[in-house]
Nanobody
Framework: QVQLVESGGGFVQPGGSLRLSCQAS????????MTWYRQGPGSQRELVAQ??????????DYDDSVKGRFFISRDNANNTVYLQMNSLKSEDTAVYYC????????????????????WGQGTQVTVSS
């Protein structure tokens, strides 16, 4: 199967920056989406940013609340996605989760593939003065 490990959360003052990382491991065949979600106190989980991996080029999408402040990028060789968060606001305080969608090698002998959706464990981001 596929496992995701997140890192980079923490405490920061308003206006500050943080960079989150999420690395996948396991029998990955390919990844077609890499997504960051967040869930604030008393709120539902919401999509923050997503990369859709294309044959020729990637496409990125952002929630309106983070456009121009957050930037998603990836390191394909290491199956890692990043979320650079700048100009952080108190309302960005949340637990941030990464999620990958793709295909993994279910059986190495027969080269059988299966699709997967994997989630990271979540990392806390707190923005406060």
């Amino acid at each position: 199967q596929v496992q995701l490990v997140e890192s980079g959360g923490g405490f920061v003052q308003p206006g500050g920056s943080l960079r989150l990382s999420c690395q996948a491991s396991g029998s990955i065949w390919n990844i077609y989406t890499m997504t960051w979600y967040r869930q604030g106190p008393g709120s539902q989980r919401e999509l923050v940013a997503q990369i859709t991996i294309g044959d020729d080029r990637d496409t990125t999408d952002y929630d309106d609340s983070v456009k121009g402040r957050f930037f998603i990028s990836r390191d394909n060789a290491n199956n890692t996605v990043y979320l650079q968060m700048n100009s952080l606001k108190s309302e960005d305080t949340a637990v941030y989760y990464c999620s990958f969608g793709g295909w993994y090698i279910k059986d190495h002998g027969s080269r059988t593939l299966a699709d997967f959706v994997a989630w990271g464990q979540g990392t806390q981001v707190t923005v406060s003065s």
